[in-house]
Antibody
Framework: EVRLVQSGAEVKKPGATVKISCKAS????????IHWVQQAPGKGLEWMGL????????VYAENLQGRVTITADTSTNTAYMELSSLISADTAVYYC?????????WGQGTLLTVSS | EIVLTQSPATLSLSPGERATLSCRAS???????LAWYRQKPGQAPRLLIY???TRATGIPDRFSGSGSGTDFTITISRLEPEDFAVYYC?????????FGQGTKLEI
């Protein structure tokens, strides 16, 4: 069974940095890209970027360039999403998802609250 | 970036009825790389359809997808109680991958 298990909820102050993890199991980690998707409260889904665990390459949404870093550790089958210079608008649930372009499998989501 | 516009924003139907949801792209989606997801409250989205018309594993045949180019549709032939949720289309032909704004299917 494919599982993506994300780290727990976070509360951060404006200007801080957060790093959320996504541990994969049940498949060969390098077979799928890991994507990150943001969902603000009551809003839709926004693609943030992806990492190719096999090559280590990442692609980011333009509006997050410079603030987001997505990485993968093949020794632990874990992907990470780091978001810096946090603002209140970054308050959202963050999902990791595995797939090749489509999002076949999803993590349970991690709630990030940015508040002073 | 490819902008996806879903319609209607909200669709009110009853169990057993047929639902048709639309997704229009601002430019042609190559290879029909268009997927549909259903998101129930408090849950992660679930993949329903990919490549415009292929059902994902475990998805019942009451779900069907169609379309090509810039216009796509998902049809739910007989609504079950669990189908009342928000539906999103998503394109993966061009970076950045983008989602539509969602259609809420309500009773």
């Amino acid at each position: 069974e494919v599982r993506l298990v994300q780290s727990g909820a976070e509360v951060k102050k404006p200007g801080a940095t957060v790093k959320i993890s996504c541990k994969a199991s049940g498949y060969t980690f390098s077979d799928y890209h890991i994507h990150w998707v943001q969902q603000a409260p009551g809003k839709g889904l926004e693609w943030m970027g992806l990492v190719d665990p096999e090559k280590g390459d990442s692609v980011y949404a333009e509006n997050l360039q410079g603030r987001v870093t997505i990485t993968a550790d093949t020794s632990t089958n874990t992907a990470y999403m780091e978001l810096s210079s946090l603002i209140s608008a970054d308050t959202a649930v963050y999902y990791c998802a595995a797939g090749l372009g489509i999002f076949d499998y999803w993590g349970q989501g991690t709630l990030l609250t940015v508040s002073s | 970036e490819i902008v996806l516009t879903q319609s209607p924003a909200t669709l009110s139907l009853s169990p057993g009825e047929r639902a048709t949801l639309s997704c229009r792209a601002s430019q042609i989606i190559s290879f029909n790389y268009l997927a549909w997801y259903r998101q129930k409250p408090g849950q992660a989205p679930r993949l329903l359809i990919y490549a415009a018309s292929t059902r994902a594993t475990g998805i019942p045949d009451r779900f069907s997808g169609s379309g090509s180019g810039t216009d796509f549709t998902i049809t739910i032939s007989r609504l079950e109680p669990e189908d009342f949720a928000v539906y999103y289309c998503q394109q993966h032909s061009t970076y950045p991958f983008t989602f539509g704004q969602g259609t809420k299917l309500e009773i």
